[in-house]
T-cell receptor, first 112, second 116 residues
């Protein structure tokens, strides 16, 4: 079936440290992956995406790594800040129609 | 540039009632997808509208229906509400239906529906 799951439901990090959030996906046919950040009371906010023909993509303070061999996705946040505290979702696009399949989410807590 | 807007923000309904939620896509976008997000879970795809037609549907019963208007805005209707329909309903907009240009989806703030 279709599923996107996360390894760790909650991640606590010290301000200034790097954070790594992991995600496993099940459909090897997925060709597009996205990380979203969701703050309390808000809709998901796009962070970064990656196509299946790439292994790594960097944004501002964020990096997404894709390992298609083991169907694993990770989000790295450099110099984590209190404003990074939120729930992070990975999602996969199954191709046609932009249907996104989301995982359950990882809560990131940043300690000052 | 207006982002995705949804109305109302919050809504309380009674079991058995019907509800209509509304979404206006981001300026320039023509595709609207609806998602249901239960508390503590990731969003679940309900359906997508493009060119005023339902293009793809998730595993939701027929009680969930929708519509897209010529100006690309969309409505989500839920009939015969159940307690389990209580959730955050999210609208996401994108461009171009199912084509490769339309991968990126922008989400609205959602409508919090509570069924009592």
């Amino acid at each position: 079936g279709e599923s996107v799951g996360l390894h760790l439901p909650t991640l606590s990090v010290q301000e200034g440290d790097n954070s790594i959030i992991n995600c496993a996906y099940s459909n090897s046919a997925s060709d597009y992956f996205i990380w979203y950040k969701q703050e309390s009371g808000k809709g998901p906010q796009f962070i970064i995406d990656i196509r299946s023909n790439m292994d790594k993509r960097q944004g501002q303070r964020v990096t997404v790594l894709l390992n298609k061999t083991v169907k694993h996705l990770s989000l790295q946040i450099a110099a984590t800040q209190p404003g990074d505290s939120a729930v992070y979702f990975c999602a996969e696009n199954m191709g046609y129609g932009n249907k996104l399949v989301f995982g359950a989410g990882t809560i990131l807590r940043v300690k000052s | 540039d207006a982002g995705v807007t949804q109305s109302p923000t919050h809504l309380i309904k009674t079991r058995g009632q019907q509800v209509t939620l509304r979404c206006s896509p981001k300026s320039g976008h023509d595709t609207v997808s609806w998602y249901q997000q239960a508390l503590g879970q990731g969003p679940q795809f309900i359906f997508q509208y493009y060119e005023e037609e339902e293009r793809q549907r998730g595993n939701f019963p027929d009680r969930f229906s929708g519509h897209q208007f010529p100006n690309y805005s969309s409505e989500l209707n839920v009939n015969a509400l159940l307690l389990g329909d209580s959730a955050l309903y999210l609208c996401a907009s994108s461009l171009g239906g199912g084509g490769s240009a339309s991968y990126e989806q922008y989400f609205g703030p959602g409508t919090r529906l509570t069924v009592t």
